[in-house]
């Protein structure tokens, strides 16, 4: 066997093999003596079918066996001669075969990219802190208090007022005409429902009344209001505090502070990650390949589009879905670029995961997703160990930077 290997652009190789014609023969021979032993034809026993009739019949079976069984062989030979470790599957191409001649092919594939590692350590990062104040845990109160509220009618009329549920009957219109027709919806009378101006616009609305408002958008809706209702508000004591969960109130709010601060630390642990991620990306440019760039791109779209179907919206338009193509293509090189970045400090830093250390993650995982412990180690044992490997390039690049914690105001919805 003859190889020759070619660099084409940056990860992308070629490999171009010749198999001398004495072996292409040998193997034919023993693919058409295992076809022989199965070969059915009408008026011969099987395995009493006449080889040229089995060589004539099965010719293209035979011929795809064949160079299935001479390309597994060889190009692995070339990939060990040349010392090259292929990722993702080869693309075979210029493929020539016929008995009694040389067979010959040409592999292309991408490598694992070869650069050296620039700026990992002793980054600056900002990680920003969030305290848990009461104002925060009376705003969760609140929302509990709205999730447990009831809705009644007004026990006498009056205009509408902030906060008040609206049922009505709702048209949407364009150029004049209605497009979208909805009745006997309910509207929160609330800016964070409708929106401030559309909400200004509905206070003071009186039943059996209209009035046009201008929606998300700077749509026109007409609103036709039927009935006015309250939404009535638990008192916060220790009835509803045991109706959470907790002992009283005072038990409540030591455990919302509790799950707040939890929760904040942990989303800024994930910012600290994801700044990490950038500064790694910024300091370490480079060429990936190409095969996996375009595999993760695609697994991207597809999670993005059913999502869209899960959601019950339409597939985008031509021009949109170009777009998300061009966003996915750049988010898949940044990701992979990313892995081989993580895959390279792991390597230096001599960052391993044990048998052990894996086999217990994957346990971890079967009890969170009901998959078999048997299932999980077939299928992703690989890609578990990966991210295992990567978590913990992530702890140590991180107590290697130079972190400065920036205290942020938290928000309503903290």
Same mark, same amino acid.
């Given at each position: 066997? /003859? ?61 795809? &066996? ?34 009694? /001649?040389?067979? /010959? ?21 900002? =990680?920003?802190? !969030? ?7 009376? $705003?969760?109160?609140?929302?509990? $208090? !709205? ?19 609206? @049922? ?8 004049? =005409? ?13 800016? /964070? ?18 009035? %046009? ?25 220790? &009835? ?34 994801? $700044?990490?991620? &950038? ?28 999502? $869209? ?33 993580? %895959? ?22 079967? !009890?969170?997703?009901? @998959? ?6 077939? %299928? ?28 942020? =105001? ?5």
């Amino acid at each position: 066997m /003859k190889s020759n290997l070619k660099k084409i652009k940056d990860c992308r190789h070629a490999v171009a093999v010749e198999v001398e014609a004495g072996e292409v023969d040998q193997c034919f021979d023993e693919v058409y003596v295992r076809i022989s032993k199965h070969a059915k034809l009408p008026g011969f026993r099987p395995g009493k079918v006449p080889r040229p009739m089995v060589e004539s019949t099965f010719a293209d079976t035979a011929a795809e &066996e064949v160079l299935k069984a001479l390309i597994g062989r060889t190009l692995n030979e070339a990939f060990v001669r040349h010392e090259v470790q292929p990722v993702g599957h080869p693309g075979i191409r210029d493929v020539v075969l016929e008995r009694g /001649k040389k067979m /010959k092919y040409v592999a292309e594939f991408d490598v694992k990219p070869d650069f050296k590692l620039r700026r990992v350590q002793n980054l600056k990062l900002k =990680k920003p802190i !969030q305290r848990i104040t009461d104002a925060d845990v009376d $705003r969760a109160v609140d929302s509990f $208090r !709205q999730a447990r509220g009831v809705t009644k009618p007004l026990e006498a009329p009056r205009p509408a007022v902030a906060n008040d549920i609206l @049922r009505c009957d709702l048209e949407v219109l364009k150029d004049g =005409k209605v497009v979208q027709p909805r009745r006997e919806a309910h509207l929160e009378l609330s800016d /964070k429902q409708l929106g401030e101006k559309a909400c200004k616009e509905l206070i003071g609305i009186e039943c059996g009344q209209e009035r %046009e408002i201008t929606i998300e958008g700077g749509a026109t809706c007409r609103i036709h209001l039927h009935e006015i209702k309250i939404r009535e508000l638990p008192p916060v004591d220790d &009835e509803f505090a045991k109706a959470m969960g907790a002992t009283d109130v005072a038990d409540l709010r030591q455990r919302i502070q509790k799950d707040m601060t939890q929760y904040s630390e942990h989303q800024a642990t994930e910012t600290l990650k994801n $700044r990490l991620y &950038e500064a790694l990306l910024k300091e370490n440019a480079g060429a990936v390949p190409a095969s996996m760039v375009e595999a993760q791109k695609k697994g991207i779209i597809e999670e993005l589009n059913k999502s $869209r179907a899960g959601r019950g919206q339409a597939p985008n338009a031509e021009a949109a879905q170009k777009e998300l193509e061009t966003r996915a293509a750049e988010s898949a090189e940044r990701q992979v670029r990313l892995y081989f970045i993580l %895959e390279k400090v792991a390597e230096e830093q001599a960052i391993q995961v044990s048998d052990e250390d894996l086999a217990r993650r994957i346990a971890e995982i079967s !009890q969170a997703t009901g @998959r078999s412990v048997e299932d999980l180690t077939r %299928e992703s044992a690989e890609d578990i160990r990966a991210q295992l490997r990567h978590d913990r390039v992530t702890e140590f690049l991180i107590k290697s930077a130079q972190v400065e914690e920036i205290e942020e =105001k938290t928000g309503a919805g903290a």
